[in-house]
């Protein structure tokens, strides 16, 4: 009977990405961070100029200091872009991850061990 064939899948190991949708209010704040982000600094070429990438982590972790430092002072909404300080504190952590890391992916298989 063809109801019974059913394609072969393995997901073991693989990360669960659908558990992001838990932080749907973060998402979104991220994606408006994203969004204010490629209005201030325009696309090169077609690519979103953050691809571009060639930033030391100590850049990202700077950016991502100042902002936290901000909400710790109250402050919850960035004057400059009108985002959330911690959604620019998770950009910064996610572009650094995503641009300098390429070889930690390799090492890593994103299930919680090395």
Not at 60 to 88: F, K, P
């Amino acid at each position: 009977m063809v109801d019974e064939l059913k394609a072969a899948r393995d997901n073991t190991g693989k990360p669960q990405l659908s558990q992001l949708f838990h932080f749907k209010d973060g998402l979104n704040a991220l994606a408006a961070h994203c969004s204010a982000g490629r209005e201030k600094y325009p696309d090169v070429d077609g690519v979103p100029n953050w691809l571009l990438g060639g930033k030391p982590d100590q850049e990202y972790l700077d950016s991502a200091c100042r902002h936290l430092a901000a909400l710790v002072q109250g402050e919850h909404v960035d004057g400059e872009t009108g985002t959330l300080h911690a959604a620019a504190v998770a950009w910064n952590m996610l572009a650094m991850v995503t641009l300098n890391y390429a070889k930690a992916r390799e090492d890593f298989n994103f299930n919680g061990q090395a």
